[in-house]
């Protein structure tokens, strides 16, 4: 059983286009986010959810609109699509917050032609 | 803006040598974690340490967080090419809703 799992796996999509990603875990955690990898590799966090409530939200554009509908799921809608959102975004969970482990993802690789 | 700086960004040595990777910041954190990720997959946790001058052991994996809580390093003994891949230090704030990365580091170990 895939513990964090997101769907889909590839989008390839064209500028203008709005577009969601999904994400499910299935550990039973309190806690949801969602990071966007660039094609350099860094990793920075976009959004944390505790509880379906938004935590974090880091200077990420209103085009990107998380949306948890119960502690399992957290998904992702991005309007208007720009050539700049393509990269590869991951969906995590924690057991809780503090030091805890990370699940990720295997990743939605996000093409903006 | 709180930043991880890590080093270095790619690293290609030969299968037997050993390796330090290292993370800084100006800012204390609450635990430091390093995960590793593989082409097309989500990063895995190693390790998380926690508390300052901590060191933790994992077979050839060396993991110490600064006794100032602002900077870690991972060092290997003997690589091996089964290490190679992409490495990753997380910063942890108090409150823990709030993960920074390094860079991170590219190694690629040559049999």
């Known amino acids: 059983d895939t513990a964090v799992s997101q769907t889909p796996k590839y989008l390839v999509t064209q500028m203008g286009n709005d577009k969601s990603i999904k994400c499910e875990q299935n550990l039973g955690h309190d806690t949801m986010y969602w990071y966007k990898q660039d094609s350099k590799k860094f990793l920075k966090i976009m959004f944390s959810?505790?509880?379906?409530?938004?935590?974090i939200n880091e200077t990420v554009p209103n085009r990107f609109s998380p949306k948890s509908p119960d502690k399992a799921h957290l998904n992702l809608h991005i309007n208007s699509l720009e050539l700049g959102d393509s990269a590869v975004y991951f969906c995590?969970?924690?057991?809780?917050?503090?030091?805890?482990?990370?699940?990720f993802g295997q990743g939605t690789r996000l093409t903006v032609v | 803006t709180q930043l991880l700086e890590q080093s270095p960004q790619f690293l290609s040595i030969q299968e037997g040598e050993n390796l330090t990777v290292y993370c800084n910041s100006s800012?204390?954190?609450?635990?430091l974690q390093w995960y590793r990720q593989e082409p097309g997959e989500g990063p895995v946790l190693l390790v998380t340490v926690v508390t300052g001058g901590e060191v933790k052991k994992l077979k050839r994996l060396t993991f110490q967080f600064g006794d100032a809580r602002k900077d870690s390093s991972l060092h290997i003994t003997a690589a091996q090419p089964g290490d190679t891949g992409l490495y990753l230090c997380a910063g942890l704030f108090t409150g823990g809703f709030k993960t920074i990365f390094g860079a991170g580091t590219r190694l690629f170990v040559k049999a």
């Open positions: 995590a969970s924690s057991h809780r917050t503090g030091n805890t482990e990370a699940f």
């Open positions: 800012s204390v954190f609450s635990s």
């Open positions: 959810y505790n509880n379906k409530e938004l935590i």
